[in-house]
Structures are given as structure tokens and as C-alpha cells.
Antibody, heavy 119, light 107 residues
Framework: EVQLVQSGAEVKEPGESLRISCKGSGYTFTSYWIIWVRQMPGKGLEWMGRIDPSDSYTSYSPSFQGHVTISADKSISTAYLQWSSLKASDTAMYFC????????????WGQGTLVTVSS | DIQMTQSPSSLSASVGDRVTITCRASQDISNYLAWYQQKPGKVPKLLISAASTLQSGVPSRFSGSGSGTDFTLTISSLQPEDVATYYCQRYNSAPQTFGQGTKVEIK
């Protein structure tokens, strides 16, 4: 059974750094792309970017390019989303999900990680 | 970037009604279109891929159609458990943009 398990909720102050994780199991981690999706409170889904865990090739939405970094460690079947300097506007739920090819819908999703940025 | 526009943004219908949600792409995306259902406080669930392919386990009252720029999600007979927000998503190329969502409620 394919599962994506995300790290727990985080509360941070503006300017702090953060890395959240998404661990895959039940499949060959390097066979599926991982995408990251943001959902701000009461708002819709926003595609942030994706990574091919086999070679760590990434692509980003222009809206998020330069503000977040997506990475992966295939040795531990884990993908990451990180910020070097959080803003209050980064407060949101973040989901990871799989894609079985470069052009595919996302059939498996993590449970989400709530990030709260507040002073 | 290719924009995805859903309509309506919300709707209220009675149990048993036929419900239609539309999604328009600003450029031709062939059939690289998915529909997701997100119930309040839950994780999005893939309902339909390739514009019209129903995922395993999804009730047959859900159907999708369209290609190119215009797509439709239809619920043939609305049920109370269908209360949710529905999103379209193009996935032909990055960024794989979502529509803004359609909130479906029971009248």
C-alpha cells in the first residue's frame, strides 16, 4: 500500500528557517515524482513544485521559485520542502503527493503539515 | 502560464439533482485534466484523470468529459456525502495549475 507520511505541525516566527518532510513507503520511491501543494486557510490548492527523486530534478511554479526549496533523499525515501526565511504569509497547510510520471495526476497524498508563522 | 478557470465558484443543489461544474483552460491541454474532491478538513482525493477516467472506487454518479480547453465534471444524482470542494487540475506541463475550486452544498 502506497503511503506518504508527513512530518508534524510546526509553529515558527517570521524569519526562521524550516524544513518539513514527506516519507514514502509501499512503492519504489524513485519511481514516482513528488509534488508539493499549498493550501492557505480557507483557500484553494496551489501547485508549488515537484521533484524526481531518482535524480533530484526539480521544477517550481513561478509563484514559489526562489522562496522554497524542494529536495529529496532517496536513501531514506523522503522528500523535503524548506524555507530559509519564513513569512507570516507562509501560514498554510502543505501537502505532498505522488505522480507516477512527469505528466500524471496525483493519486496518493500525504496527510498534510500545518505550518503556522506568527510572532 | 496556462490558467484554469472553474465555474461556478459555489453551488447549492438538492439531493438527487444533477450537478455540473465546468473548467476552462486558457490554452489547449488535450486531455491532461484531473478532478479532485476535498471534503472539509480532509486530504484531496483524485476522482478523475485524463479528463474522463474514473478512479477505482469512485461512485459511478461522477463523470468527466471534455478535451482541449473545456471540461466538465458531472454528478448525476447529488448525495449528502458529495458535499465538498471540487478542483480541476491540468498536468500536461509544469506548473500543474489547479482551478480555484467549486464548493458544493446541499440545499
Amino acid at each position: 500500500e502506497v503511503q506518504l507520511v508527513q512530518s508534524g505541525a510546526e509553529v515558527k516566527e517570521p524569519g526562521e528557517s524550516l524544513r518539513i518532510s514527506c516519507k514514502g513507503s509501499g512503492y519504489t520511491f524513485t519511481s514516482y515524482w513528488i509534488i508539493w501543494v499549498r493550501q492557505m486557510p480557507g483557500k484553494g490548492l496551489e501547485w508549488m513544485g515537484r521533484i524526481d527523486p531518482s535524480d533530484s530534478y526539480t521544477s517550481y511554479s513561478p509563484s514559489f521559485q526562489g522562496h522554497v526549496t524542494i529536495s529529496a533523499d532517496k536513501s531514506i525515501s523522503t522528500a523535503y520542502l524548506q524555507w530559509s526565511s519564513l513569512k507570516a504569509s507562509d501560514t498554510a497547510m502543505y501537502f505532498c503527493a505522488t505522480q507516477n510520471s512527469i505528466a500524471a495526476a496525483s493519486d496518493y497524498w500525504g496527510q498534510g503539515t500545518l505550518v503556522t508563522v506568527s510572532s | 502560464d496556462i490558467q484554469m478557470t472553474q465555474s461556478p465558484s459555489s453551488l447549492s443543489a438538492s439531493v438527487g439533482d444533477r450537478v455540473t461544474i465546468t473548467c476552462r483552460a486558457s490554452q489547449d491541454i488535450s486531455n491532461y485534466l484531473a478532478w479532485y474532491q476535498q471534503k472539509p478538513g480532509k486530504v484531496p482525493k483524485l476522482l478523475i484523470s485524463a479528463a474522463s477516467t474514473l478512479q477505482s472506487g469512485v461512485p459511478s454518479r461522477f463523470s468527466g468529459s471534455g478535451s482541449g480547453t473545456d471540461f466538465t465534471l458531472t454528478i448525476s444524482s447529488l448525495q449528502p456525502e458529495d458535499v465538498a470542494t471540487y478542483y480541476c487540475q491540468r498536468y500536461n506541463s509544469a506548473p500543474q495549475t489547479f482551478g480555484q475550486g467549486t464548493k458544493v452544498e446541499i440545499k
